[in-house]
């Protein structure tokens, strides 16, 4: 019996191992799903919460400003000199419609510590009066560039010594006709008028505004028209006659056509004997489209008497054409000539005089 009970059980056994087996591995699996599912839902719901406190703390506080220029440290004597620098002076490209070209400026800060700097974009023009340039302000020129010129930022902060290097994108549009545009990146700083606006404190006076522009020179490629000539040599001061040097004169070049041009040349001065007494080499300058610009040049020597000509010999500055103009000057010093006459003078007196006395002393002997 108990021989049979076991034999039974032990059958019994192999039936339900199986069962109970599959039982294990079925709950086993269904808690390992439930707790995958627990860990993702709680994975989310952290990420949830992440968003949220990120959301919520931009919200609150200030994105910081991405360093949107480099920079560097100026060495040598003399940086603290109460300024500051800009460089270049002047950008001169030429750009196809739908290019883009990235230049780079510097503003040097030699002013103090925590120096602010602000940067703007105003169109330029010339002029018919012999100006080189005007700023226009809100205003749009006829050759504009405000349009074109972009910089990541517009407003930064430099210690003494520091030397800001600023990327500037010059895009030219794809349907931009040829021709000139123009236009000036200026840099501005405001002076502190030393008052903290208290009660009580100083007069506030007026707020120093320094500023300083880079020219942007861009011609577009194509059907253009340079037109430009040297209409006059004159005499800037004395029209006609000097006591001495130096000796300014004024060159005048009007531009007709739709780009800028950079006339260049020389000018020799010679005197009644038509013997060279003076030579000054002219580097090139700019004019802009639809403008009268005259550039001023001082020549001196250091003894100058009698009637001079001066020539002036410039390049238009394209199709190598030479435009040749003359002016004439007297240089009489009046101390110096009248100083010579009257020495004369008086020493025609003298002789006259010593002359008779000799006769009247041989006719009484």
């Known amino acids: 019996m108990a021989l049979h009970v076991t034999m039974r059980g032990s059958k019994a056994v192999r039936t339900i191992a199986p069962v109970l087996l599959a039982a294990a591995l079925v709950t086993s699996y269904l808690l390992v799903t439930q707790r995958i599912v627990s860990a993702q839902t709680d994975e989310g719901q952290q990420s949830d919460a992440v968003a949220t406190t990120t959301a919520s703390s931009s919200e609150i506080t200030t994105a910081p400003v991405p360093n949107w220029y480099q920079s560097d440290w100026i060495s040598g004597q003399g940086?603290?000199?109460?300024?500051?620098?800009?460089?270049?002076?002047?950008?001169?490209?030429?750009?196809?419609?739908?290019?883009?070209?990235?230049?780079?400026?510097?503003?040097?800060?030699?002013?103090?510590?925590?120096?602010?700097?602000?940067?703007?974009?105003?169109?330029?023009?010339?002029?018919?009066d012999g100006a080189s340039v005007q700023l226009l302000g809100q205003n749009r020129g006829p050759y504009t560039l405000k349009d074109y010129i972009s910089f990541p930022g517009n407003k930064l902060t430099l210690d003494l010594g520091e030397r800001a290097r600023i990327p500037v994108s010059i895009s030219i549009p794809a349907d931009a006709e040829p021709g000139g545009r123009y236009g000036s990146v200026l840099v501005t700083t405001v002076q502190d008028d030393g008052t903290d606006g208290t009660e009580g404190a100083p007069a506030t006076r007026s707020p120093i505004i320094a500023r300083l522009g880079i020219l942007f020179f861009i011609t577009v490629?194509?059907?253009?028209?340079?037109?430009?000539?040297?209409?006059?040599?004159?005499?800037?001061?004395?029209?006609?006659?000097?006591?001495?040097?130096?000796?300014?004169?004024?060159?005048?070049?009007?531009?007709?056509?739709?780009?800028?041009?950079?006339?260049?040349?020389e000018l020799r001065v010679t005197n009644m004997f038509g013997e060279e007494v003076g030579f000054e080499e002219?580097?090139?300058?700019?004019?802009?489209?639809?403008?009268?610009?005259?550039?001023?040049?001082?020549?001196?020597?250091?003894?100058?008497?009698?009637?001079?000509?001066?020539?002036?010999?410039?390049?238009?500055?394209?199709?190598?054409?030479?435009?040749?103009?003359?002016?004439?000057?007297?240089?009489?010093?009046?101390?110096?000539?009248?100083?010579?006459?009257?020495?004369?003078?008086?020493?025609?007196?003298?002789?006259?005089?010593?002359?008779?006395?000799?006769?009247?002393?041989?006719?009484?002997?």
């Open 221 to 265: 490629p194509g059907d253009i028209e340079r037109d430009g000539e040297t209409v006059d040599l004159s005499l800037i001061g004395n029209p006609w006659w000097y006591e001495k040097g130096p000796i300014t004169f004024g060159i005048s070049y009007e531009n007709r056509g739709s780009v800028h041009v950079n006339p260049y040349g």
């Open 79 to 128: 940086i603290d000199r109460g300024d500051f620098v800009v460089g270049p002076g002047k950008i001169e490209l030429e750009i196809k419609p739908g290019q883009t070209v990235v230049k780079e400026i510097t503003i040097a800060n030699r002013m103090n510590d925590d120096r602010t700097f602000e940067l703007f974009v105003e169109d330029i023009a010339g002029s018919q």
């Open 282 to 365: 002219l580097e090139p300058w700019f004019v802009l489209p639809k403008s009268l610009r005259t550039r001023e040049v001082s020549w001196n020597r250091e003894f100058l008497l009698g009637r001079y000509t001066a020539t002036v010999a410039i390049n238009r500055g394209y199709d190598d054409v030479i435009d040749e103009r003359t002016v004439t000057f007297w240089v009489l010093p009046w101390r110096i000539v009248g100083g010579a006459f009257l020495g004369i003078f008086i020493f025609l007196i003298a002789i006259r005089a010593f002359f008779r006395t000799f006769e009247f002393k041989r006719k009484g002997a």
